[in-house]
C-alpha cells in the first residue's frame, strides 16, 4: 500500500503570510500513460466534513480562492496558501486516488501566529 | 440540492453489527464510485471502503475486510456500509464521499458510530 506522509505536523502563520505544506508518497503516483499525478488536498474545519480543494495535485476545485496552489509530481507535492486568510484555518490532508487503498496523510495543522 | 446524507450510526456493542445508509440526491448517483471514509475522535481521516458505479467492483482497508461489506442501489440513489464484529477501534464518524476521477469531490455531513460495552 501507499503511505502517505505530510510535514509539517503543524504550523502558525500571521495573516498574509504564506503557508507551505508538504506531502511525500512512499512510491510514485505519477501515471505514465496519461502524465496526471493522482494527488489530491482537502481542507477540514472543526466539525465540518473534508472540503476538496485540489486534484490531479494541481488543479483547483471551482470555487477554491486562488490564494490555494498545488504542485509536485512523483512522490513529492505542496500545497501553499499565498496569503493566509482567518477561514484557512483547518487541517489540510493529502491523498493519493493511485493505488486500488485510498491513502489520506496525517494532516497538517494550520493556526494563526 | 446536491447532496449526500448518512444514518444508521448509534452506539452498538463490540462485536455487534450496524448498517449505514447514505443517500444521494442532485446528481446521476449511478456515474460515480462512491466510497466510505471514516475519522476517529480527534485523529485523521482513514479510507475504508469503495464501490464501482454499477456495483460490480468493491475494495476495503485492510482494518475492516471481511467484517464490513459496501454495496449500492442504484435504484434508490443509496450506498451501503454493513459492519460487522464491530471492534471499539471502528469507533468514529463515517462519511460518504463522491468519487469523480478517484478524488472525493463531494461529501456527506458524517454519522457517529460508537462501539462501547
Known amino acids: 500500500d501507499i503511505v502517505m506522509t505530510q510535514s509539517p505536523d503543524s504550523l502558525a502563520v500571521s495573516l498574509g503570510e504564506r503557508a507551505t505544506i508538504n506531502c511525500r508518497a512512499s512510491q510514485s503516483i505519477l501515471y505514465s500513460s496519461n502524465n496526471k499525478n493522482y494527488l489530491a488536498w482537502y481542507q477540514q474545519k472543526p466539525g465540518q466534513p473534508p472540503k476538496l480543494l485540489i486534484y490531479w495535485a494541481s488543479i483547483r476545485e471551482s470555487g477554491v480562492p486562488d490564494r490555494f496552489s498545488g504542485s509536485g509530481s512523483g512522490t513529492d507535492f505542496t500545497l501553499t496558501i499565498s496569503s493566509l486568510q482567518a477561514e484557512d484555518v483547518a487541517v489540510y490532508y493529502c491523498?493519493?486516488?493511485?493505488?486500488?487503498?485510498?491513502?489520506f496523510g496525517p494532516g497538517t495543522r494550520v493556526d494563526l501566529k | 440540492e446536491v447532496q449526500l446524507v448518512e444514518s444508521g450510526g448509534g452506539l452498538v456493542k463490540p462485536g455487534g453489527s450496524l448498517r449505514l445508509s447514505c443517500v444521494a440526491s442532485g446528481f446521476t448517483f449511478s456515474s460515480h464510485s462512491m466510497h466510505w471514509v471514516r475519522q476517529a475522535p480527534g485523529k485523521g481521516l482513514v479510507w475504508v471502503s469503495r464501490i464501482t458505479n454499477d456495483g460490480s467492483e468493491t475494495t476495503y482497508a485492510d482494518s475492516v475486510q471481511g467484517r464490513f461489506t459496501i454495496s449500492r442501489d442504484n435504484a434508490k440513489n443509496t450506498v451501503f456500509l454493513q459492519m460487522n464484529s464491530l471492534r471499539t477501534e471502528d469507533t468514529a464518524v463515517y462519511y460518504c464521499?463522491?468519487?469523480?476521477?478517484?478524488?472525493?469531490?463531494?461529501w456527506g455531513q458524517g454519522i457517529l458510530v460508537t462501539v462501547s460495552s
Open positions: 464521499a463522491r468519487s469523480s476521477g478517484g478524488y472525493f469531490d463531494l
Open positions: 491523498q493519493q486516488y493511485y493505488g486500488s487503498q485510498f491513502t
